[in-house]
């Protein structure tokens, strides 16, 4: 699994990445404009759900993901042949490190590359300089085959339009059914993709469960600490008992993950709510004031990290080290952080705290994660290039049980990784080190399983705790909604509100400053989002 993604830490209580905000594409395009009407009548790709394996702990239809003990013995290939036609691909995507060295020293690229048929070339750009390259690259005539496409971009659908190859005929419908993999993702998925009638890209799908509070047992346990917490006053003596400056260690490192778990113990809207056909923003709830309350006490009592509101902070790394015992981040980190961890600190141990009822009074839930985490778009071309292109795509997918997967996550056989006794592949140094950071999965991806590898044990706990907060979980009303301005204007009041909060949290302005920030966010757009966003949910249960 890749290391921890510093994106998913950011999106913080804006949630920039939600696949409503993919969805709510913008503006005028060549082709005319945005329109539900025009989206609605786009037929998606067939669903068919790969059979190939069988889970040990199943999947549930409210979003619970399968679980694996181990990894199926003598795997099966899933493709047939190379699916290219061996000349170059390049591509856009983001990394949250160093690069990994490219071919021929590494192998594992090297093999790759002979796999797909194609010499792969990735552009590969650390993810907090990834919104300017992202521009300037669109600015400049000289595309890559496959750009990731990450958040809000202001006229997304007009950029899609004068730069991009809509797919629709290459995968609506049963057309899909030439890239069997790819129809492995689902309906749901897929619609983050449609923009003005079309099909744009491959959605990178994302699990429901959302943001998860991991915390270091090991660590807990050491200091006498309750790694699940009954109320957030439970939660601030945890924090308490964790951090000791002398011996380098603050509860939190990820300051900015402390709003959305306080906001989970109070129940709070996930983005928007919605009753009767109105919409409320979640920062006008005054859950998200009690939670950034809260938070600065957190800071203000001195349990975060005194460096975290540095730029770049290595979060991952203290979490990993131990330095910051909880980190707030995506379910796809769960399995990075004993892959990458571990094998420094053998007594390492990682859980995930449920999130408490805040007090006697309130009902914690946690909120649904979106379902995509970027798109990856394909450059204009002819017909045969895209379907090439979707063949190498259709191979990146192949899901957890095959070959394939085996090889594309965990690299070459007593190379990249040994295989215990169980058949569980354990990587080596050179696969953390060339394997574990190649981004190939913003390109394309199968959608997850539970699977720790060598540690079943983690994978009945993860399953535990998926069946316990998923089923409750509160999805975000404006999926399957869009708004011109949001998608607009969306990001910059978005960021400049996020600002204001963050000033907040780090004492640089005081709480009652948040009025004048949600002034600003309401005259600058959001007013005028929550207005589209009613009448898109008006003609929907009028149609």
Known sequence: MQQVSRRHLLQGTA?????????????????????????EKVKLPTYQRYHGVRPDLPPTDAGV????????????????????????VTALIEIFGAPPPGPPKNRYWASLNDALGVDLKLD?????????????????????????LVGNVPDTTQMLAAKFQP????????????YPLLANLTTEQWKTTVYNGEIYGLPIPRERVGGIMYCRE???????????????????????????????RWAIGYWNGIIPFVQEMLGAPNLWEVQNGKFTAEHEDETFRQALSDARSLVAAGYVHPDAFTN??????????????????????????????LPRDPHMNVNAMFPPNYDSGSKANIRRGGISYSTAIFKKAKPERIKELLRIANWLASPFGTKEYLFRLYGLTGVDNTLDHNGDPQYTTKGLAETVP???????????????????????????????????????PTLGLYSDTQARKGAIIDTAFRDAHNDILAGRKPLSSLDDAL?????????????????????????
């Open 438 to 476: 190649m981004p190939i999965r913003y390109v394309a991806d199968s959608p997850a399983p539970i699977y720790q590898p060598g540690r079943p044990q983690d994978d009945k706990i993860q399953h535990t705790y998926q069946m316990k907060v998923v089923p409750t979980g509160i999805a975000n």
């Open 218 to 248: 090991d660590i807990f346990h050491q200091v006498g600490a309750n790694p699940q917490p009954a109320s957030f006053v439970e939660f601030k003596n945890v924090c308490k008992q964790l951090t000791d400056p002398k011996k380098h």
């Open 15 to 39: 949630a920039t990445l939600s696949a409503g905000s993919l969805l709510g594409a913008c503006s005028t395009s060549s082709s005319g404009k945005n329109s539900l009407e025009k989206n």
């Open 167 to 178: 797919i629709t005929e290459f995968v609506s419908g049963d057309a899909v059914k030439d």
């Open 124 to 148: 590969m750009v650390l993810y907090s300089n990834m919104t300017e390259r992202f521009a300037v690259t669109i600015a400049g005539n000289d595309l890559p085959d496959i750009v990731q």
């Open 519 to 543: 002034q600003k966010w309401r005259q600058g757009g959001g007013d005028q989002i929550r207005k589209e966003y009613e009448q898109q949910l008006q003609k929907q249960g009028n149609s």
């Open 65 to 88: 993901m399968a679980g694996f003990l181990r990894y199926p013995a003598n795997p099966k290939s899933c493709t047939q042949g190379k699916p290219g036609n061996g000349g170059t």
């Open 312 to 341: 770049s902070a290595p979060i991952n790394e203290w979490f990993g080290g131990g330095t910051t015992p909880t980190m707030w981040t995506g379910y796809s980190a769960w399995t990075g952080w004993v892959a990458n961890y």
